[in-house]
Antibody, heavy 117, light 111 residues
Framework: QVQLVQSGAEVKKPGASVKVSCKAS????????IHWVRQAPGQGLEWMGI????????NYAQEFQGRVTMTRDTSTSTVYMELRRLRSEDTAVYYC??????????WGQGTLVTVSS | QSVLTQPPSASGTPGQRVTISCSGS????????VNWYQQLPRTAPKLLIY???QRPSGVPDRFSGSKSGTSASLAISGLQSEDEADYYC????????????FGGGTKLTVL
């Protein structure tokens, strides 16, 4: 069965960076895109961007341009999302999710990132 | 403020039929298919409806979706207590190099 297993919760100080991993299994890693979506406490879903594991191409939401980098390691079927220059408003649960270029089907369990001094 | 507009809340009693609306524009719902996600408390979202009206395997046929023009709807019939959750619509948007947009979410309460 399709599984996306994310790394554990993180606590970071403002200005720091965080790197969240997402290990895929149960399907052909390079056949589906991986999206990143975040959810601030008590808020809705916010799309951050997408990576094509086949060639590594990316498309980031305008809000995160210059602060986010998504990469992949095909040898371990893992995708990474790094967010830099963290601020308190970045406190959220970060989800990786599998899909096509324009949709998402399976979701990871989420990774809580807390930004606090 | 979300690109797709949903009512913040909806409610119904067990057995009732409830609908949740999702309004967008020509650059998203008007041009692309709509997906719906169910998020139970403290869990990750789960795909409920894709391609406007298709149900993934395992989703009960009590859940149905429709789309007309720049709006979409999710209907839940025979409401059950376990349907109490947040529901989100989503679609691709052609603006800004293309990106996924979500509705703000609708919290469904089963009275």
């Amino acid at each position: 069965q399709v599984q996306l297993v994310q790394s554990g919760a993180e606590v970071k100080k403002p200005g720091a960076s965080v790197k969240v991993s997402c290990k895929a299994s149960g399907y052909t890693f390079t056949s589906y895109y991986i999206h990143w979506v975040r959810q601030a406490p008590g808020q809705g879903l916010e799309w951050m961007g997408i990576i094509n594991p086949s060639g590594g191409s990316t498309n980031y939401a305008q809000e995160f341009q210059g602060r986010v980098t998504m990469t992949r390691d095909t040898s371990t079927s893992t995708v990474y999302m790094e967010l830099r220059r963290l601020r308190s408003e970045d406190t959220a649960v970060y989800y990786c999710a599998r899909g096509g270029k324009r949709f998402v089907d399976y979701w990871g369990q989420g990774t809580l990132v807390t930004v606090s001094s | 403020q979300s690109v797709l507009t949903q009512p913040p809340s909806a409610s119904g009693t067990p057995g009732q039929r409830v609908t949740i609306s999702c309004s967008g524009s020509s650059s998203n719902i008007g041009s692309h298919t709509v997906n719906w996600y169910q998020q139970l408390p403290r869990t990750a979202p789960k795909l409920l409806i894709y391609n406007n009206n298709q149900r993934p395997s395992g989703v009960p046929d009590r859940f149905s979706g429709s789309k007309s023009g720049t709006s979409a709807s999710l209907a839940i019939s025979g409401l059950q207590s376990e349907d109490e959750a947040d529901y989100y619509c989503a679609a691709w948007d052609d603006s800004l190099n293309g990106h996924v947009v979500f509705g703000g979410g609708t919290k469904l309460t089963v009275l």
